[in-house]
Structures are given as structure tokens and as C-alpha cells.
Nanobody, 117 residues
Framework: QVQVIESGGGLVQFGGSLRLSCAASGTIFRIGDMGWYRQAPGKEREWVGSITRGGIANYADSVKGRFTISEDNAKNTVYLQMNSLKSEDTAVYYC???????????WGKGTLVTVSS
């Protein structure tokens, strides 16, 4: 089993910054991509971005240029640096980990980010 734990959520002012962390632990053979989704109140979960084990990151258009995903492979940890936060970024942010052999996607329980105007 693999556990995925997010941290770093909280309340931030409009235009501010916040960094989320996501650590995978447990019985890990090999990790592929890790990434983030978010779910705002009353809306469906949407993909935010992801990063490959080799460090290639991709982002949703809504966050491109404002959010940056980075990784520390030695710690099986990824980070989501969020800058220029807007009210519409308010959501629960979920981290996921694509484990290989066996192929399974593990999810964290989410961390709440609230952007106040």
C-alpha cells in the first residue's frame, strides 16, 4: 500500500502565494507521474497539473504561468507552488501518485486552499 499525504493548505489573500506538498510513502516499487487535481465548491474535480519522474511538468490553462510543480524524487515528494492566487483558486487540492508494478493510482485526502478577496 502507498499513502499519499498533502500538506500546506490554508487561507491566503488574493494575489498571495502558497506552497502545497505531497509525499508518497509505504510499499513503493516505482512511481510514475504525480500531480494535482482540485475541486471547488459545487464544481467537478479538475486537473491542475502533473510532473513526470523525469521532471517534465504540464499544467491546466487556468493555472499556467501562476502555478509551478516541482519534485524531490529522493523523498517521493512533489510540490505545488501557487502564485498570484485568485478567488477561483479556492478549492480542495488533491494529490495523486501513479504507482507502477502494480499499476495503481493513489490519492490523498485533500487539503483546503481558501483565497480571500
Amino acid at each position: 500500500q502507498v499513502q499519499v499525504i498533502e500538506s500546506g493548505g490554508g487561507l491566503v489573500q488574493f494575489g498571495g502565494s502558497l506552497r502545497l506538498s505531497c509525499a508518497a510513502s509505504g510499499t513503493i516499487f516505482r512511481i510514475g507521474d504525480m500531480g494535482w487535481y482540485r475541486q471547488a465548491p459545487g464544481k467537478e474535480r479538475e486537473w491542475v497539473g502533473s510532473i513526470t519522474r523525469g521532471g517534465i511538468a504540464n499544467y491546466a490553462d487556468s493555472v499556467k504561468g501562476r502555478f509551478t510543480i516541482s519534485e524531490d524524487n529522493a523523498k517521493n515528494t512533489v510540490y505545488l507552488q501557487m502564485n498570484s492566487l485568485k478567488s477561483e483558486d479556492t478549492a480542495v487540492y488533491y494529490c495523486y501518485c501513479d504507482h507502477q508494478y502494480p499499476t495503481t493510482t493513489y490519492w490523498g485526502k485533500g487539503t483546503l486552499v481558501t483565497v480571500s478577496s
